[in-house]
């Protein structure tokens, strides 16, 4: 079947460690995002990347770093610099810019900071 | 800074009455508008999408978009317990997807 994968689910951190969030999709779409969730925030856009070895920061795009080495992949690294790391994460794939523009989610990967 | 305003409810309907979902928008040029559900916990799901002025109908959801009010809505028929959730409005604006906060539905059997 073909989707978006995300891993860990669930992850637990320390203060002061990075941690990476990985995403990867079998769906061959083109462009990738991800999106941070906080309770009652609605979806918030970190990074997004339309094609290979490019990418743009969103709107939060501060402590966050990501890198698109391969189509299937983009994964995002959450450093020590985020202030307040605790969300649900969310990455997304289109096949394309075209019209329909439909975003797929993968089911999201929860950290939380100790 | 473009936005997507959504009233948080929570909204409560009777099982089998009609909800009705608002969202506005700022960025004129938009021309694509998606809604959204999400269960607790989970991860959003498309149910309708929309780019003409007008009504769009799929089973019991109708989608309603007026680009000169800058305004679309989601109407749910026959509102079912299932479909208590969180919706989430979105416009798509330039590469990527606004999406509001979201307004949390309650069906009450």
């Known amino acids: 079947d073909g989707g978006i994968t995300q891993s860990p689910k669930y992850l637990f951190r320390k203060e002061g460690q990075n941690v990476t969030l990985s995403c990867e999709q079998n769906?061959?779409?083109?462009?990738m995002y991800w999106y941070r969730q906080d309770p009652g925030q609605g979806l918030r856009l970190i990074y997004y990347?339309?094609?290979?070895?490019?990418?743009q920061k969103g709107d939060i795009a501060e402590g966050y770093s990501v890198s698109r080495e391969k189509k299937e992949s983009f994964p995002l690294t959450v450093t020590s610099a985020q202030k307040n790391p605790t969300a649900f994460y969310l990455c997304a794939s289109i096949l394309g810019q075209g019209y329909t523009g439909e975003l797929f989610f993968g089911e999201g990967s929860r950290l939380t900071v100790l | 800074q473009k936005e997507v305003e959504q009233n948080s409810g929570p909204l409560s309907v009777p099982e089998g009455a009609i909800a009705s979902l608002n969202c506005t928008y700022s960025?004129?040029?938009?021309?694509?508008f998606f809604w959204y559900r999400q269960y607790s916990g989970k991860s959003p799901e498309l149910i309708m999408f929309?780019?003409?002025?007008g009504d769009k109908e799929d089973g019991r959801f109708t989608a309603q978009l007026n680009k000169a009010s800058q305004y679309v809505s989601l109407l749910i028929r026959d509102s079912q317990p299932s479909d208590s959730a969180t919706y989430l409005c979105?416009?798509?604006?330039?590469?990527?997807?606004?999406f509001g906060k979201g307004t949390t539905l309650s069906v009450s059997s």
């Open positions: 979105a416009v798509k604006a330039g590469t990527a997807l606004i």
């Open positions: 960025d004129r040029g938009s021309q694509s």
């Open positions: 929309i780019y003409s002025n």
């Open positions: 769906l061959n779409h083109d462009a």
């Open positions: 990347s339309q094609i290979v070895n490019d990418f």
